[in-house]
T-cell receptor, first 114, second 112 residues
Framework: DVKVTQSSRYLVKRTGEKVFLECVQDMDHENMFWYRQDPGLGLRLIYFSYDVKMKEKGDIPEGYSVSREKKERFSLILESASTNQTSMYLC?????????????FGPGTRLTVT | DAKTTQPPSMDCAEGRAANLPCNHSTISGNEYVYWYRQIHSQGPQYIIHGLKNNETNEMASLIITEDRKSSTLILPHATLRDTAVYYCIVRLHSGSARQLTFGSGTQLTVLP
């Protein structure tokens, strides 16, 4: 079974702090994604990566950056956390950068910025 | 991606089959039907996908009508742990359509 793990289930940070969210997948998938999910707004893509050191912006990249130094790990960075970044953050991976295979999600990190 | 329409909520008795409908009347010939679910406070979980033939795996069956304008996800023996929001998505299988976009889905409640 594909396993996608995220570093924390719950996180509380203060406004202005730098926040790191880590995601690791164990199935040698090429694609990795970071989404946020908010009530009434559904799932929104922040960034995705189709290869090591490669990244593309999603719909809402402002205030976020990402890093993919190794194939299995994809990090989301909030440079200076703000209260409007309070959300559920979901990491996902999929097999191929060419074919749009099904995506496998981690358990999510519920981030609260106070 | 083609738009989908699902009922907002459904109930099902434990042990019975849960049949979740989805309309996708604007689906194009190379778009697949995918189903995901999300149990409360967890990440979404892939269930099944298909193009035009019926599909079955260990979790569910997917029945797609001949004209491909609608489909039904069948959970053959629903359990309490199947209570979740179920999302029907229509999307290309290849190319740049990598992003998942969920609609509002169907809240399935399995009753004891």
């Amino acid at each position: 079974d594909v396993k996608v793990t995220q570093s924390s289930r719950y996180l509380v940070k203060r406004t202005g702090e730098k926040v790191f969210l880590e995601c690791v997948q164990d199935m040698d998938h090429e694609n990795m994604f970071w989404y946020r999910q908010d009530p009434g707004l559904g799932l929104r893509l922040i960034y995705f990566s189709y290869d090591v050191k490669m990244k593309e912006k999603g719909d809402i990249p402002e205030g976020y950056s990402v890093s993919r130094e190794k194939k299995e790990r994809f990090s989301l960075i909030l440079e200076s956390a703000s209260t409007n970044q309070t959300s559920m953050y979901l990491c996902a991976s999929s097999l191929s950068a060419v074919v749009s295979y099904e995506q496998y999600f981690g358990p999510g990190t519920r981030l609260t910025v106070t | 991606d083609a738009k989908t329409t699902q009922p907002p909520s459904m109930d099902c008795a434990e042990g019975r089959a849960a049949n979740l409908p989805c309309n996708h009347s604007t689906i194009s010939g190379n778009e697949y039907v995918y189903w995901y679910r999300q149990i409360h406070s967890q990440g979404p979980q892939y269930i099944i996908h298909g193009l035009k033939n019926n599909e079955t795996n260990e979790m569910a069956s997917l029945i797609i009508t001949e004209d491909r304008k609608s489909s039904t996800l069948i959970l053959p023996h629903a359990t309490l742990r199947d209570t979740a929001v179920y999302y029907c998505i229509v999307r290309l299988h290849s190319g740049s359509a990598r992003q998942l976009t969920f609609g509002s889905g169907t809240q399935l409640t399995v009753l004891p």
